[in-house]
């Protein structure tokens, strides 16, 4: 019979004096099979706390210390006992089961007796209690111990990041009034391709297929919408879209982007530390990039002067980068690139400017909320110069249906004549209804 069903047949302790019984708490239980396990496995656990899978060989190994060292809790079955003592020794304790739900975004620690959750939007309160203030700490110090952190009377508060990416915060007394407090950020679901993007009723086909040709051709490309229009999640489609074996250069002031390509390299800005040294901006990481030999440049999100950076960058023949930019609307986007320039260079005059983002950035894509939660590809604008001024036309446009029917001739004068032809048909495509 396995370990397993050995549990599971025998639930509660059964046999012998029930006085003699090693009746303990749940807490002195978990430190004793905790202590056996880490003694002679302690590899494993790490490993465990990583991969998932691997859980079941530490459920095995905690099932067999279970048995043999006659343990036993009150009101709990020893299978419950098991997987709560592998929940404790390689995942959350008792905020685990969270992390298996999808649709938990958030789940914040208040103190020992104070667990919320947000599940689908929604912030609700759980019947989850820790054994109290010290059980809270040492699952805090669990979490960022990992990123190689520590939190204690001397640093009280830190932030950290869980192996899938999910954001911590944690802040202890005394600054916490309410006892340890632990704030996990879940790593939103990411929608890593465009047919995802199709499926959702987030892009036409079509437009799905004109913007694959614009990543193709390696066309600038800037991703606009207001917060949470799914500007990050659209601009990892893009990304993802390069050529498996580009070298492509991610810069993010915190880490989101998933690109499922060969040859990625991951930059992360770092505030100032509390000596207020050692600032490390997206603008400062863009000009390293630049000495990297960069195929293409991924910013996550263009807050400011580095926009200037990124302009020049696209204009100095970086092909094939990819930004988004806080804005409502396709123009909006434009007035917002050319202020957060203006950040960084005041001296240029506005005309000239505006000419420079005319012939850097090539494509904006333009996103926006639904009803419903949905997110939607709205419009879809090439950018260019002509006589010295920008231009812009809408290739595509969800709600009025108005199209340019050829390449404006600002554009194709832009491009290399191949990919003008390329980019033609795609257009001609677009408008025709073409869908793969
Ligand atoms: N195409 C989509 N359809 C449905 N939900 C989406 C889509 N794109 C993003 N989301 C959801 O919207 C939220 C915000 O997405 P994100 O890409 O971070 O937006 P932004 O960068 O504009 O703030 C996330 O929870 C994400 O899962
Ligand atoms: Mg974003």
């Excluded at 056996?36 to 656990?45: F, G, N, P, Q, T």
């Excluded at 190689?148 to 911590?168: E, T």
């Excluded at 800037?222 to 601009?235: A, I, N, Q, R």
Aim: net charge neutral; proline share 4%; hydrophobic share 40%.
């Amino acid at each position: 019979m396995s370990l397993i069903k050995k549990l599971e047949s025998a639930p509660y302790r059964t046999t012998g004096n029930v006085k003699a019984a090693r009746e303990r708490s749940l807490e002195d239980v978990i430190e004793t099979v905790r202590e056996r396990i880490l003694e002679s496995h302690a590899d494993l656990v790490m490993e465990a706390r990583v991969t998932r899978s691997k859980r079941n060989e530490v459920l095995a190994l905690v099932s067999e210390v279970i048995v043999s060292g006659d343990l036993y809790v009150s009101r709990l079955t020893r299978k419950d006992l098991a997987e709560r003592i592998v929940q404790e020794l390689c995942g959350l304790g008792p905020i685990d089961e969270f992390l298996d739900d999808p649709g938990v975004t958030e789940i914040m620690v208040n103190g020992p007796n104070d667990v919320y959750i947000e599940r689908d939007g929604v912030i609700q309160k759980t019947p989850v209690r820790f054994a109290g203030e010290q059980h809270v700490l040492e699952l805090i110090n669990r979490i960022v111990g990992s990123a190689g952190r520590r939190v204690d009377k001397s640093s009280p508060y830190v932030d950290a990041r869980l192996p899938d990416g999910s954001r911590v915060n944690a802040v202890i007394p005394p600054l916490s009034l309410s006892g340890p407090v632990l704030t996990i950020r879940r790593f939103p679901r990411r929608y890593s391709t465009l047919d995802e993007l199709v499926s959702l009723g987030t892009v036409e086909p079509r437009v799905a297929e004109f913007l694959k040709t614009c990543v193709e051709t390696r066309l600038d490309i800037v991703v606009s919408g207001g917060s949470g229009t799914g500007k990050t999640t659209t601009l990892n489609v893009l990304a993802n879209l390069s050529e498996k074996s580009e070298r492509v250069i991610v810069i993010e002031d915190s880490s989101e982007l998933r690109l499922s390509l060969d040859h990625v390299i991951y930059l992360q800005t770092r505030p100032e530390s509390v000596e207020g040294k050692g600032r490390v901006t997206v603008r400062d990481l863009l000009r390293n990039a630049l000495r990297m030999r960069p195929d293409r440049i991924i910013i996550g999100e263009c807050r400011g002067a580095e926009t200037f950076d990124l302009i020049s960058a696209m204009n100095t023949g970086h092909e094939g980068c990819m930004s988004t930019v806080h804005a409502n609307s396709t123009r909006d986007c434009l007035s917002r690139l050319t202020a957060m320039s203006l950040m960084a260079q005041e001296s240029v005059p506005l005309n000239v400017l505006e000419s420079w983002i005319g012939s850097a950035v090539d494509v904006i894509v333009q996103q926006a909320r639904a009803s419903g939660g949905a997110r939607r590809i709205v419009e879809v604008s090439l950018v260019g110069v002509s006589d010295g001024t920008l231009r812009l036309a809408t290739v595509y446009d969800s709600e009025n249906r108005r199209f340019c029917k050829e390449l404006p001739a600002f554009f194709s004068g832009k491009v290399r004549k191949e990919v003008a032809e390329r980019l033609e048909e795609a257009v001609n495509a677009l408008v025709r209804g073409d869908a793969p």
